[in-house]
């Protein structure tokens, strides 16, 4: 992936988003097996929206918080269920 300004077209965004973060199965499954990649991945999701090279609406930017705050959680051995 590279946030350098054009060189990725906003669908890519948009379509790895749909299928790693917002499929809750596929979410799941990498929250369970590498949490710190899928944490590295909303980084970059998150990066890309701040500098400007991927639009994306204010619910998906709060899920991918929501889902970063999830993998700091499990990375951390934190859980609020209990």
Same mark, same amino acid.
């Given at each position: !992936?590279? &946030?350098?300004?054009?060189?990725?077209? $906003?669908?890519?965004?948009?379509?790895?988003? #749909? &299928?790693?973060?917002?499929?809750?199965?596929?979410?799941?499954?990498?929250?369970?097996?590498?949490?710190?990649?899928?944490?590295?991945?909303? #980084?970059?999701?998150?990066?890309? $929206?701040?500098?400007?090279? !991927?639009? &994306?609406?204010?619910?998906?930017?709060?899920?991918?918080?929501?889902?970063?705050? #999830?993998?700091?959680?499990?990375?951390?051995?934190?859980?609020? &269920?209990?």
């Amino acid at each position: !992936w590279s &946030t350098t300004a054009g060189a990725v077209d $906003n669908f890519v965004y948009e379509d790895a988003n #749909e &299928t790693y973060i917002a499929d809750e199965d596929i979410k799941r499954r990498m929250l369970d097996k590498n949490p710190d990649a899928l944490r590295d991945m909303v #980084e970059t999701f998150l990066e890309a $929206n701040a500098k400007g090279h !991927w639009e &994306t609406s204010e619910d998906n930017l709060q899920r991918l918080k929501d889902v970063y705050q #999830e993998c700091e959680d499990r990375i951390e051995g934190v859980d609020f &269920t209990s």
